[in-house]
């Protein structure tokens, strides 16, 4: 009998059963989709990092080197796994041209390398360690969609040509947000190009299991060792190749707990619809002697059968949807581990939301128990009279509203240049970097002078980072990166206190301060080289607190004039209003006027984009799908919705025919309802997209140091886009609601 019952009622109730069903299968989809790309991602990242065997502390280093200092300190570390020094070949970006792409404009340090003897390999689409022929070349893959690069191009460095034989895949510099890229060369290769560039060091090292690399990390700057450049850790490269997808993953999240709201609240007014309608059966049913528990088991069962639907559904178009979302986390980080794991924790996904969905229902379907027999079969709900049935949809515009705002307010604050802000860099409109060149100190000097002397600048600072060791309260050492500068002329963002000013003042990042405990106010000393090559403590105090999301997030800012070897220097130019940067970044790269060619030369929008443009257009295409998950869902929301409201009104409708009023008149009369309420769902959707969604994305760019960010808001979409599909969608399902004006008759006694 039950399963007539049920058999009947969704014939019966084909829209309500196919919305339901679709509420249901969107809400399964999203949070499966989510649980999906995450694990996968992280699956990725780990088995490449583990067949590459990534070094869990690298130290760059530009200069000369003593091995014998560096294995004798090796030696005695029992730590030590294994360690390695490896030689990577610096190229001038404006030497380097793949088919008909230069490279000028790249901001990236690009260089040569050879396959590593004992870890660090790098690997090809099939994660195998690649041997390279003479004559060929591997490009890193991040550069293969990026400028449209092909098997089989010629890549010419200055006049040498090599073959492009495939892409490889870097476990330390897969990410656009790493600053440097290695092409992998034959070693012939390498000898014989190495005149057109300059070499660097990286010394590698692989630890024992449970070994605490932020000690070892002191203990090598302890020694002394080589160090003139970027200290790299194995969380450190884990969390870059991370970034870029997983910041479109959480907004797909985010995204994911908006539709689970929606859902149950509309899954809710379709329960209620449906008792609404049923009002009289269940009455009936109640009179022959069926109990509550016997009715609510009938539309339990009901609801469960739909929820297996939505959720098989949620998980195929999750499968689905991933495959273009998920197309450039396979190519940077190859095809996931513990596939069948990864499935499974979806699975998971999806069933607790349709869990989430059935609790709802259970808690709603109480209600049968309160529908008195003679209440039921007289088809009063005295309940109800009171309420606002049109509130509900101003609350779900509302959240539909939001979930398209946020992914764009995003987009379009990542995409602003003031963003460069959060990122600990002077919002200026020239970038200029000198690195991985012998003599920086000298280079940044010469370049210096030239600005200086240069009248179409309107103003500029330098900068020079240097690593320093400092001592906390505690006695405990710990390593700074500190960027030394007049930091007034392009102030970076300061959640608390401001730039340094003093030379015994500094400022950190949010994660250096809440690594070291530190706060503005504070005190720590820090240890200046000076000019005779001794080393004095000099006590600081914490001027300001700053947002970076750079160099993992833990940078500090100073103005100390001292003998510290300079690690890389940047420099920040705003020309004059009447000047062309194209045309002056022009003058200035490619070594003109004699100045070191290894310096890289970008408007910040330019840097920018090299930095983040894969995580722009991976949250561009999360907006896409939101867009689209919204649009279904308004319409679907509209529409039962509608019916509900059209249903509890069905008397008044009935009379109003009796007096004379028409179908068309009654629907106006609709419609005017529900553009009063669609326009106060969406007034509160754009208020707390803006509002409420600026602290959402704040609390998750400050897991990565960018706090106090604020939204830049998309106007055209935001006011414009999301409105328009809005109203379109409700219009579309108002069309298809009020049909059933029609079957109302004139005073239905």
Request: aromatic residues 8%; negative net charge; hydrophobic residues 45%.
């Amino acid at each position: 009998m039950l399963r007539r019952l049920m058999i009947n009622d969704y014939k019966s109730n084909k829209l309500i059963t196919i919305s339901t069903t679709i509420f249901m299968a969107v809400t399964a989809m999203m949070l499966g989709l989510s649980v999906f790309l995450f694990a996968t991602l992280y699956s990725s990242i780990s088995s490449l990092m583990t067949k590459a065997e990534t070094p869990h502390f690298l130290q760059m280093h530009t200069g000369e080197i003593s091995e014998e200092e560096i294995s004798s300190f090796t030696e005695k570390r029992s730590d030590v796994e294994e360690m390695q020094i490896c030689h990577f070949l610096n190229l001038e970006n404006g030497q380097i041209r793949i088919g008909e792409t230069a490279f000028d404009n790249n901001m990236q340090d690009n260089g040569l390398f050879c396959q590593s003897d004992k870890f660090d390999y790098l690997l090809d689409a099939n994660d195998d360690i690649i041997q390279v022929s003479e004559g060929e070349v591997y490009v890193p893959v991040a550069y293969k969609n990026e400028y449209d690069i092909s098997v089989g191009d010629k890549m010419y460095i200055g006049t040498e040509e090599l073959r492009v034989a495939g892409f490889m895949r870097d476990s330390q510099m897969n990410s656009m947000m790493a600053s440097s890229k290695r092409f992998l060369v034959n070693e012939s290769d390498y000898e014989r190009l190495k005149s057109l560039g300059s070499e660097e060091y990286l010394i590698e090292y692989r630890l024992k299991e449970d070994s605490d690399i932020g000690a070892f990390s002191n203990a090598y700057k302890d020694a002394d060792l080589p160090a003139n450049g970027p200290t790299i850790t194995y969380s450190l490269i884990k969390l870059m190749n991370a970034l870029s997808d997983g910041i479109m993953i959480i907004i797909i999240l985010l995204v994911a707990f908006v539709v689970l709201y929606i859902s149950i609240m509309c899954i809710r007014y379709i329960i209620l619809t449906q008792l609404e309608k049923d009002r009289r059966e269940i009455g009936m049913l109640k009179a022959v002697g069926i109990s509550r528990k016997d009715i609510r088991k009938l539309y339990i069962s009901k609801y469960l059968f739909l929820s297996l639907i939505g959720c098989v559904v949620g998980i195929v178009s999750a499968c689905i949807i991933a495959v273009p979302l998920g197309k450039s986390m396979r190519e940077l980080y190859g095809e996931a581990e513990n596939v069948a794991l990864i499935y499974i924790a979806m699975v998971i996904g999806a069933a607790f939301a349709e869990i989430m969905i059935l609790m709802s229902v259970r808690r709603t379907l109480r209600r049968t128990e309160k529908i008195s027999t003679v209440t039921a079969l007289c088809g009063r709900d005295e309940s109800n009279r009171k309420k606002n049935n049109w509130i509900p949809i101003s609350i779900i515009i509302m959240a539909a509203a939001f979930m398209m705002i946020v992914p764009d307010s995003m987009k379009k604050t990542m995409s602003d240049t003031d963003f460069v802000r959060y990122m600990g860099i002077g919002n200026s409109q020239i970038r200029i970097d000198v690195r991985q060149t012998q003599d920086i100190e000298a280079s940044a000097d010469a370049f210096a002078e030239r600005l200086e002397e240069d009248e179409r600048i309107d103003r500029y600072s330098v900068m020079r980072t240097g690593s320093y060791k400092t001592y906390l309260a505690d006695g405990s050492s710990y390593n700074l990166m500190l960027e030394n500068g007049d930091h007034s002329i392009f102030p970076v963002n300061y959640t608390e206190g401001t730039y340094p000013q003093k030379e015994n003042e500094i400022a950190l990042s949010i994660l250096n301060a809440e690594e070291t405990g530190l706060g503005v106010g504070d005190s720590i000393n820090i240890c200046k080289i000076m000019e005779d090559g001794e080393t004095v403590e000099s006590n600081c105090v914490i001027c300001g607190i700053y947002s970076d999301i750079t160099n993992g997030g833990k940078t500090a800012k100073g103005c100390i004039d001292d003998a510290t070897p300079i690690m890389w220097s940047v420099m920040y130019v705003t020309l004059k209003e009447d000047v062309s940067p194209d045309e002056w970044i022009t003058k200035y790269s490619g070594g003109a006027n004699g100045l070191n060619q290894s310096i890289k030369i970008a408007e910040i929008s330019e840097y920018m984009s090299g930095m983040y443009g894969q995580t722009i257009r991976n949250i561009g295409n999360a907006s896409v799908m939101t867009k689209g998950v919204a649009c279904v869902v308004t319409i679907v929301v509209v529409l039962l919705l509608m019916r509900l409201v059209i249903w509890k009104e069905r008397a008044a409708s009935s009379l109003k025919k009796a007096l004379g009023l028409t179908n068309t008149d009654i629907r106006a009369d609709y419609l005017k309802k529900l553009m009063l309420y669609l326009l106060i769902g969406l007034a509160l959707g754009i208020i707390s997209g803006i509002l409420l969604g600026q602290r959402l994305a704040g609390a998750l760019l400050g897991l990565m140091g960018a706090k106090g960010l604020k939204f830049t808001m998309d106007i055209v979409s935001t006011f414009g886009v999301v409105p328009l599909l809005m109203i379109l969608s409700a219009v579309v399902a108002a069309v298809l609601s009020l049909r059933e004006i029609r079957n109302i008759k004139a005073y239905e006694g």
